[in-house]
């Protein structure tokens, strides 16, 4: 699922990662024990961090999403594939009559036209089909963005984080210690809900 793993990376990365930086409010804040992923901290703000590719991935009803879009695109180009073969077999077949001398000026003009015109429909409805499916991932990019905001938000709230960043997958955080990573806790609150993820089917 090469193409339909990178449907939620950048913009849901920054639609919903920006959501959830929320620093202390100005002013300076008396130094308190504060509890973190794995321990507490002393003083400043608290900072945890998410793996949003492992996200992706672990997240059970998006992987089955994934998985149905991706056939959705393999049976478009299939049916495709298909009906430009048969086309090929029709023209062909129409060049050897001509060839033959079966057919008079006008009917080959007539037929290359009607050709020309059924090619034009095969394209059409591949373009239909991919707008489809286009249209379905754009719906999961933001369903996962929406259920990904609401339970940082939670967490946020439950531990008093005051900035949860994402590490890789185009996020600013290149390293960070192992200890502040809630990646497990989001994603097991994440398949605990399972909320059927509801993208209508591209290709009925």
């Known amino acids: 699922m090469k193409t339909l793993t990178r449907i939620l990376p950048t913009l849901v990365l920054v639609a919903v990662a920006m959501v959830f930086f929320s620093c202390q409010p100005q002013g300076s804040a008396p130094a308190t024990e504060t509890a973190t992923a794995t321990g507490t901290t002393t003083g400043g703000p608290t900072i945890v961090y998410v793996r ?20 959705n695109v393999q049976k478009a180009q299939d049916n495709i594939q298909k ?24 009917k080959i ?50 531990n008093g984080y005051d900035f949860i960043l994402n590490e890789g997958g185009g996020g600013g955080l290149l390293m960070a210690n192992d200890a502040f990573d809630i990646t497990k806790d989001v994603l097991k609150r994440l398949n605990a809900q ?3 993820v509801m993208a209508k089917d591209s290709l009925e």
């Not at 090619?119 to 089909?129: C, D, G, N, P």
């Open 52 to 71: 949003l590719d492992s996200l992706q991935v672990g997240y059970n009803d998006l992987a089955t999403e994934l998985e149905r879009l991706e056939g």
């Open 194 to 196: 399972e909320v059927p």
């Open 109 to 158: 003009q007539s037929e290359q036209q009607r050709i020309g015109q059924k090619e034009q429909q095969i394209m059409q409805q591949r373009e239909v089909a991919m707008a489809s499916i286009q249209e379905d991932q754009m719906r999961l990019q933001q369903q996962f963005g929406e259920r990904l905001k609401a339970i940082l938000e939670t967490m946020k709230e439950e």
């Open 83 to 106: 009906e430009m073969a048969s086309l090929q077999r029709e023209v062909q077949q129409l060049q050897n009559k001509a060839q033959q001398g079966l057919m008079t000026p006008n």
